[in-house]
């Protein structure tokens, strides 16, 4: 009678913990292939910010979208970060 019962733990066991296991995979963007991918030539355009705000990139080198706020022009790598920058501008601008 033990040993069914400790054979029912083993097993019970084994399953939950094969149960419990995920495989995720977790993709890394390289974001200087991504940008020298996209279409178009760097804007030549005098931007507030030497960063882009939502990925750090430099706007000197990758400069490919910009955005009007607050009577200042931000810029960004791509369209994607100018996007997210446009659903909160507050949290990113440059603060006085």
């Known amino acids: 009678m033990m040993k069914s ?14 149960c419990k296991k ?12 991504m940008m ?14 030497a960063e882009d705000p939502i990925c750090g990139m430099k706007t000197a080198e990758y400069l ?3 955005a009007n706020y607050k009577g200042k022009t931000y810029g960004f790598c791509n369209s994607m970060c ?3 920058f446009k659903k909160d501008p ?7």
Do not use: F, P
């Open 82 to 84: 100018k996007d997210e």
């Open 36 to 49: 020298n991918a996209a279409h178009g030539e760097k804007l030549n355009v005098k931007v507030v910010n």
């Open 64 to 66: 490919k979208d910009t």
């Open 5 to 18: 019962i400790y054979l029912i733990a083993g097993i019970l066991a084994i399953t939950v913990i094969s």
């Open 22 to 33: 995920e495989n995720i995979e977790v993709k890394k963007v390289d974001h200087s292939k």
């Open 90 to 96: 507050e949290k990113y601008a440059i603060k006085e």
